[in-house]
Nanobody, 115 residues
Framework: QVQLVESGGGLVLPGGSLTLSCTASRYILSSSPMGWYRQAPGKQRELVAQIRSGGTTNYADSVKGRFTISRDSAKNTVYLQMNSLKPEDTAVYYC?????????WGQGTQVTVSS
């Protein structure tokens, strides 16, 4: 069993920045994809960003150019740097890891973008 612990959420003004962190309870192989999802009230959970083997990344169109996912395998940690935040980015953000075909999720962290 792998536990994912998220941090970094909070309240931020439009145009501001936040960095989310997700640390796994044990080492996760670089071959295991990790990513960030988000779910806003009344909306389906959607993929925000994913990082795969070799550092290949994928982003939702809505966040391209504003968000950056990165990974420090030595620290068992994946990050999501969020810049130029918009009210539409308000959601609960979940860390995800795919390990041997099983999906693991963090507890979620609230990001609220509001003036």
């Amino acid at each position: 069993q792998v536990q994912l612990v998220e941090s970094g959420g909070g309240l931020v003004l439009p145009g501001g920045s936040l960095t989310l962190s997700c640390t796994a309870s044990r080492y996760i192989l670089s071959s295991s994809p990790m990513g960030w999802y988000r779910q806003a009230p009344g909306k389906q959970r959607e993929l925000v960003a994913q990082i795969r083997s070799g550092g290949t990344t994928n982003y939702a169109d809505s966040v391209k150019g504003r968000f950056t996912i990165s990974r420090d395998s030595a620290k068992n940690t994946v990050y999501l740097q969020m810049n130029s935040l918009k009210p539409e980015d308000t959601a609960v953000y979940y860390c995800n890891a795919q390990i041997v075909g099983d999906l693991y999720w963090g507890q979620g962290t609230q990001v609220t973008v509001s003036s």
